[in-house]
């Protein structure tokens, strides 16, 4: 898939070699609580010079729309949690 305008260009990918020299970092997706990296994959190519950066999983319409459920949910809690609360959780992640 490729966006037109200058933007990200993309070759879809089965998980094979992409064809360079260069290595490229695999990016995780995080699902239900894991970070994890997919059968499927994509290479994300620098648009200035069509060099590869980095190798994205890819998923389908059922997990991301999974992980929209599953963000929602995250929401809804997340929001009963006192200011105090948020704040110690957030400073947490930060350290």
């Not at 037109?4 to 094979?16: C, F, M, P, S, V």
């Not at 290479?43 to 459920?69: D, H, K, L």
């Amino acid at each position: 898939m490729t966006k037109t305008g200058g933007t990200i260009k993309q070759r879809r990918n089965e998980g094979e070699a992409d064809g360079t020299d260069q290595p490229t970092k695999v990016w995780r997706v995080y699902l239900n609580g894991e970070l994890t990296v997919t059968e499927k994959t994509y290479i994300v190519t620098n648009p200035a010079n069509g060099e590869p950066v980095a190798r994205m999983s890819n998923v389908g319409r059922p997990v991301v729309a999974q992980a929209i459920r599953d963000s929602y949910e995250a929401v809804l809690t997340w929001r009963q949690l006192p200011g105090k609360k948020r704040g110690e959780w957030l400073q947490q992640i930060a350290n």
